[in-house]
């Protein structure tokens, strides 16, 4: 039987088709009549003929070679999301004898998984890690018809166009970029024709909607991390305009003077001009002419003014760009600033107050950029001491909010009968013994700047409703008064209560709740961001060295190391400053030791074996430093009464690294 005929015409698929009937397709067991094969697998194969494959082929061409296949695993972001899944499904795929792929948008074999058996059959046909299945490079088959149409597809047996694959069946589903919608590659699930089972297509099909979600949440931190890098622009370079442009270069975010900039300059708002003059397009070419740079220097001539365009980075992926428009006044002084600057680091004068580098108080302070520029309340949440008002005033200090006040009211700290007048002020004649001519409340004196509600928590029910009015109004009427006041105020409330568990015990309004939690930001307790410690501890016995006229004194490496590894800090930053300050003020002979330390803190270190047994964890140990590993190793060894492997358990090491450490920290039995 001639193969050439066969798909040179629909007549010759028809012919085509006989043959499928000849040997094995389960659409003429069930359509005898007019549809027996797939409309998909149709097209396909007239694309195949277009291509000129050889219908006798059996075999895909080689893969490349190891070096190459590293690399283009190694830079695809699909493969990097989708592993985790996969490596789940493939325990499944093992035990009904099917193999598990992900293919990039070229087709190639990026991940290969499943029974040995099968595999070695699948690779006489070549179906092994970084070879290709386009239907350009071998017909007809699930990954590269289903990459082609962006459906999926199962396609078996005989449907494949090449002979060599007509012994299995293979289904695919696409797995497409959550923003752009475009088709990053596909799920297959390829085994024995003989095996064959419909709802393998529901399994990839739901495989590639697993892996979608993933790697939607991932564009959520990318987007987040692009605004942070936004508002950090925004900050540092106040007279400049400022574009956030996603990793394809279309707009998302803009300042007020870029929009007004580019207003002025083409008579257009941003989004308009940028749709008109297809300015996605001419990024993106420029990019991909260029050499790969962090930030570069471009003209756009309708803008008529130099831009700067700083590219964004989430690991080593490309995550978008900024675009800095430079007035024609101060040509060169960003560019020079750009060049200067770490980048990474991009921290107003303002946070330099607050020390501290973990992660956890970085992504605070990155949340605290983006909704200083907003009006929305803000509610800080954390223990007490962990710095929530030292967060607020640099809230209110980057905002432009800045030349208005910032006042502060503990309501806490207020007797319920004063908080009214405290808060909203009061008329002439309201009270006996009152200030004659009335008095402004809190709300008045912060108007056109920012008032920060301290422990907000323990508000008096009665009265939260007072200020849910005022939120939502924007305007006050003194006690003893009748003339409505209005009042521009930023709201910034904090409180070391978990407010919905007020909430659900009904002393706290769950509408005064929602209307305060519209952005709420989590400060750390210390003792999950220990990074911080040290910085802290540096900061402190300088400030007060300096305050009390006293050289630098030096803290005892051990107390250090429990300060910094162990002690639970409950009274967070507030704490370890009280206690420095009195350290400083009592140490003898420049060197701080334990005595100088208060005394919760004294007990703690002295009691060793509990603390040691309360805060050695598997989880805290990667975190101590080396001198702190030699003693936590010794005291846990000790403790155990030499039972090693119950310090291995302890510590959630395996045995063999517990006797790698001790022989590192020097630990003999
Ligand atoms: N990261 C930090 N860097 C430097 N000093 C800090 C830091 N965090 C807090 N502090 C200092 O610790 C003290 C307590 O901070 P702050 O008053 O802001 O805490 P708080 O969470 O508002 O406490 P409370 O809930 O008890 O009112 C202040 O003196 C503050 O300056």
Redesign the pocket.
Known sequence: MSWQLETSSPRGLIKHRKLLEENRCRFLDHSPGLQPIQPIVYDSWIRCRQFGIDPRRHQTEDPPNGADLENIIGCSILHKYSTATLNELLIQAEKTKYLMTLCDANGRIIYLGGDRQVKKQAEKMNFVLGSCWSEEAIGTNAIGTSLKTGYPVQIFSAEHFCEGIHDWVCSSSPVRDPVTKEVLGVIDITGCWKEAQAHTLGLVFMASRVIEHKLYEQSLLNRLQLLESYSSFVLRYPQNGVIALDAVFNPIEANLCARRLIHNLTGKDLETIWKEQTFTAILVKLHKSGQPQEDYKIFIEQFGTPCLIQEIYRGNQRIGSILLLIPLDQRTTPSRALHNDTWTKLQSASWS????KSSK?LSAISQCNIVAQTNVPVL?L????????????AIHEISDRREGPFVAL?CGAMPNELLASELFGYDPGTFTGAVKGGRKGKFEEAHLGTLFL??IGEMPLRFQVHLLRVLQEREIVRLGGSTPIPVDVKIIA???HNLEQLVNDGVFRADFYYRLHVVSIT?PP?RERRD?IP??ID??LEQFASKYSKPLPMLDPQVRDFLINAYQWPG???E??NSLERAVLFCLNGIIAIEDLPQSIQKTLTDNSSWTRNIVSPANWKEFTSSYKKEVLLNLVKESGGNLSATARQLGIARTTLYRHLEKYGVKK
């Open positions: 107050k607050i020390v501290g108080i800080l954390g223990e007490s001491g962990s710095g929530k008002e030292l967060f607020a005033k503990n301290d422990e904090a409180t070391h400060i210390l911080d910085l802290l900061h402190f967070n930053v507030r370890l400053q």
